[in-house]
């Protein structure tokens, strides 16, 4: 037998198969040729092109500073307004794309879906990993940001990594649940920006986790973002860690990624039909 | 390595139509069969009679609702040409995405990129944008991609109704290579010649059961001759003058669906006028399957004069044998004024030609012209 060579037997189901990581494992280089896919077809005939990865959390910082920092004169934890602010606008920036992203990728890609068959979940997953390039440029400029405010990082920068990851998996846990729900309620698709907006000011991005009065703070911490944003400010600038907080916040990241599998893998079972 | 490289068993699907799913549509029931390696299996039928459901399921888009089949081996499908090429992205990126997506590794692909690109025959254009590409092109690299898959199992729908004569050659070409590689094929195609001459055996679907299974010349023949009536009929009447009927007759004037080479024929084209008409001529066009248009006629043509009072009218054309070669057509039917073309439905009829008794053109894939025109021949030295 050559490599590669497998038997599949198909069937009706009215359960989803068991889950078959070696399949999407064998799947892996689609999720790579798909994120480029995204990023080639997004930035194409633009003509700032990738410049807009940076762009985008830098103009949100610069407004924020202003209506936020100076107008409104909010407290940011004895850090420099902007640079607070831009450290929220990190993880949040790239949640919010790799959410969004990922929440349409089956009706997106809804001709694809129906003359081919792969893992399904390569789909969402491509699209938390595309936005990733962009937050590795935007952190480029977070460095220019601390080095002009004078902050040394300290090694705890380190620390960002498995805070990336955790808020990929967030992204994912939560798209896949839209996506899947989309499937059959496209209305969530429009309704998406909103809650993403309402979604913003309910995480501390331009005011500090401080503000919140303590008989909220449990609640506060369910939403992962939370957790995510005051993780990212706490290693950039080598301050301590809530570890309640944050074993709270991958505790919450991880419940949302088993229900959002599950609810995904539910609906891949009839998605050619309804698509 | 298993005795089939496909085995299906009761496959049935069905459908939930209608605005809330209350109805029911079988698109498939209680089909099975098997397909050996090595072998390729042609899958005819009308339209509607489940053949594409029946790739859909074996290439694992959609579930049946009840059934099973084994595939053994990997399958490489190709329900459309072009699955997931993307206009923005150049040749080279897309023949990269694709095979991916049939589940093919980079380095797998960094192999057979070369063979990939010689067999569509572009080059040149590896580094330009999809969207740039001729429709030949682009059919072109979208079956040298999925042939070049390395597949035990192909499935193919219709491709070859598309490209040029010289490109089908090729791709059937590779299709037979597969079949004596031990690889199976599936093969989906109104192009009778191809599946007769391909084919080790068919599977004759007829509203989504197997009316027949086993040696191709038989059952193709026996399709042929239950071939469905092609008409057109209007759905609404719009006050105005209207094309509202159309349909193909053999010579004798009785309705037929499929036309050996050789037999002259005719189709009939009913109109209605509405109020009187100064002027009125009505027409047909004989069009590839592709829709060029290969000649047109009308009633002036032949020193006929339509008359332009109200009323309804059907105009009949009779065609001679022998000019349209096998293959399948098209036919458009046109209304219009010294003014303005007032009515025109096209397609109106398709239809197949079979090579039959003729003695032209047994496989059409040598001939690329779809007509045929007796020409004198001598030699002069």
């Given at each position: 037998?050559?490599?590669?060579?497998?038997?599949?037997?198909?069937?009706?189901?009215?359960?989803?198969?068991?889950?078959?990581?070696?399949?999407?494992?064998?799947?892996?280089?689609?999720?790579?040729?798909?994120?480029?896919?995204?990023?080639?077809?997004?930035?194409?005939?633009?003509?700032?092109?990738?410049?807009?990865?940076?762009?985008?959390?830098?103009?949100?910082?610069?407004?924020?500073?202003?209506?936020?920092?100076?107008?409104?004169?909010?407290?940011?934890?004895?850090?420099?307004?902007?640079?607070?602010?831009?450290?929220?606008?990190?993880?949040?920036?790239?949640?919010?794309?790799?959410?969004?992203?990922?929440?349409?990728?089956?009706?997106?890609?809804?001709?694809?879906?129906?003359?081919?068959?792969?893992?399904?979940?390569?789909?969402?997953?491509?699209?938390?990993?595309?936005?990733?390039?962009?937050?590795?440029?935007?952190?480029?400029?977070?460095?220019?940001?601390?080095?002009?405010?004078?902050?040394?990082?300290?090694?705890?920068?380190?620390?960002?990594?498995?805070?990336?990851?955790?808020?990929?998996?967030?992204?994912?846990?939560?798209?896949?649940?839209?996506?899947?729900?989309?499937?059959?309620?496209?209305?969530?698709?429009?309704?998406?920006?909103?809650?993403?907006?309402?979604?913003?000011?309910?995480?501390?991005?331009?005011?500090?986790?401080?503000?919140?009065?303590?008989?909220?703070?449990?609640?506060?911490?369910?939403?992962?973002?939370?957790?995510?944003?005051?993780?990212?400010?706490?290693?950039?600038?080598?301050?301590?860690?809530?570890?309640?907080?944050?074993?709270?916040?991958?505790?919450?990241?991880?419940g949302l990624l088993l229900a959002g599998v599950w609810l995904f893998r539910r609906a891949e079972l009839t998605l050619s039909d309804v698509l | 390595m298993s005795a089939f490289s496909v085995e299906a068993r009761g496959l049935t699907k069905r459908y939930r139509v209608g605005a809330r799913g209350e109805e029911e549509f079988w698109a498939?029931?209680?089909?099975?069969?098997?397909?050996?390696?090595?072998?390729?299996?042609?899958?005819?039928?009308?339209?509607?009679?489940?053949?594409?459901?029946?790739?859909?399921?074996?290439?694992?888009?959609?579930?049946?609702?009840?059934?099973?089949?084994?595939?053994?081996?990997?399958?490489?499908?190709?329900?459309?040409?072009?699955?997931?090429?993307?206009?923005?992205?150049?040749?080279?990126?897309?023949?990269?995405?694709?095979?991916?997506?049939?589940?093919?590794?980079?380095?797998?692909?960094?192999?057979?990129?070369?063979?990939?690109?010689?067999?569509?025959?572009?080059?040149?254009?590896?580094?330009?944008?999809?969207?740039?590409?001729?429709?030949?092109?682009?059919?072109?690299?979208?079956?040298?991609?999925?042939?070049?898959?390395?597949?035990?199992?192909?499935?193919?729908?219709?491709?070859?109704?598309?490209?040029?004569?010289?490109?089908?050659?090729?791709?059937?070409?590779?299709?037979?290579?597969?079949?004596?590689?031990?690889?199976?094929?599936?093969?989906?195609?109104?192009?009778?010649?191809?599946?007769?001459?391909?084919?080790?055996?068919?599977?004759?679907?007829?509203?989504?059961?197997?009316?027949?299974?086993?040696?191709?010349?038989?059952?193709?023949?026996?399709?042929?001759?239950?071939?469905?009536?092609?008409?057109?009929?209007?759905?609404?009447?719009?006050?105005?003058?209207?094309?509202?009927?159309?349909?193909?007759?053999?010579?004798?004037?009785?309705?037929?669906?499929?036309?050996?080479?050789?037999?002259?024929?005719?189709?009939?084209?009913?109109?209605?006028?509405?109020?009187?008409?100064?002027?009125?001529?009505?027409?047909?066009?004989?069009?590839?399957?592709?829709?060029?248009?290969?000649?047109?006629?009308?009633?002036?043509?032949?020193?006929?004069?339509?008359?332009?009072?109200?009323?309804?009218?059907?105009?009949?054309?009779?065609?001679?044998?022998?000019?349209?070669?096998?293959?399948?057509?098209?036919?458009?039917?046109?209304?219009?004024?010294?003014?303005?073309?007032?009515?025109?439905?096209?397609?109106?009829?398709?239809?197949?030609?079979?090579?039959?008794?003729?003695?032209?053109?047994?496989?059409?894939?040598?001939?690329?012209?779809?007509?045929?025109?007796?020409?004198?021949?001598?030699?002069?030295?």
């Open positions: 037998m050559r490599a590669g060579v497998h038997n599949v037997r198909i069937r009706s189901l009215q359960q989803p198969p068991p889950f078959d990581l070696s399949e999407l494992l064998r799947y892996r280089d689609l999720i790579y040729l798909l994120a480029r896919r995204d990023l080639a077809v997004r930035y194409k005939q633009t003509l700032l092109g990738i410049a807009w990865a940076v762009l985008q959390p830098v103009l949100a910082m610069l407004v924020f500073s202003v209506v936020f920092g100076q107008l409104a004169g909010l407290p940011s934890d004895g850090i420099p307004y902007p640079v607070f602010a831009y450290l929220g606008l990190l993880p949040w920036t790239y949640a919010a794309s790799a959410v969004s992203r990922s929440a349409s990728s089956l009706v997106s890609n809804a001709p694809l879906l129906g003359k081919v068959y792969f893992p399904r979940l390569i789909l969402p997953l491509a699209a938390v990993v595309a936005p990733l390039v962009d937050l590795g440029l935007a952190f480029l400029v977070l460095v220019g940001l601390m080095a002009w405010y004078g902050i040394t990082p300290s090694a705890s920068l380190l620390l960002l990594l498995p805070l990336v990851a955790l808020a990929g998996v967030l992204a994912l846990g939560v798209g896949t649940a839209m996506a899947a729900l989309s499937v059959r309620w496209r209305d969530l698709l429009h309704a998406l920006p909103f809650l993403i907006q309402v979604w913003l000011y309910a995480t501390p991005v331009v005011y500090p986790a401080s503000l919140v009065p303590d008989r909220y703070r449990l609640l506060f911490h369910l939403n992962p973002m939370t957790g995510l944003v005051e993780g990212f400010r706490a290693a950039a600038l080598g301050r301590p860690f809530e570890l309640a907080g944050l074993a709270l916040t991958a505790a919450c990241v991880m | 498939l029931r209680d089909v099975s069969f098997s397909v050996r390696p090595g072998e390729l299996l042609g899958v005819i039928g009308g339209n509607g009679a489940g053949k594409s459901t029946l790739l859909k399921i074996l290439s694992r888009v959609t579930r049946p609702t009840s059934g099973e089949a084994d595939l053994h081996g990997r399958s490489a499908s190709l329900l459309e040409v072009g699955t997931g090429f993307h206009p923005e992205l150049t040749g080279r990126e897309n023949i990269y995405l694709n095979a991916a997506i049939h589940g093919r590794r980079i380095r797998e692909i960094d192999r057979e990129l070369d063979a990939i690109v010689a067999f569509a025959g572009v080059e040149r254009f590896l580094d330009t944008p999809l969207k740039r590409y001729s429709s030949g092109m682009y059919v072109r690299l979208a079956f040298a991609v999925a042939a070049h898959l390395d597949p035990d199992l192909l499935l193919v729908d219709e491709v070859l109704a598309v490209g040029d004569a010289a490109f089908q050659r090729k791709c059937l070409g590779r299709v037979a290579a597969l079949g004596q590689a031990g690889g199976s094929a599936i093969f989906v195609s109104h192009n009778m010649a191809a599946v007769e001459r391909l084919c080790g055996s068919v599977l004759l679907l007829e509203g989504g059961r197997v009316a027949a299974w086993g040696e191709p010349r038989a059952i193709i023949d026996r399709y042929l001759s239950a071939g469905e009536h092609p008409r057109f009929a209007c759905g609404v009447r719009t006050g105005r003058p209207q094309i509202v009927s159309a349909d193909l007759r053999d010579a004798q004037g009785r309705p037929k669906g499929r036309l050996a080479a050789s037999e002259p024929f005719r189709i009939r084209v009913g109109y209605v006028l509405p109020e009187r008409e100064q002027s009125v001529h009505v027409g047909i066009g004989v069009l590839s399957a592709a829709g060029s248009p290969l000649f047109a006629s009308e009633p002036r043509d032949a020193g006929l004069t339509l008359p332009g009072e109200a009323g309804e009218y059907v105009a009949e054309a009779t065609l001679p044998g022998g000019v349209l070669l096998p293959g399948e057509f098209l036919v458009s039917a046109s209304l219009w004024n010294e003014g303005a073309l007032l009515d025109r439905q096209e397609p109106a009829l398709a239809f197949c030609v079979d090579a039959g008794s003729s003695p032209l053109a047994p496989d059409p894939l040598r001939r690329r012209a779809p007509l045929h025109v007796a020409c004198g021949w001598s030699l002069l030295s």
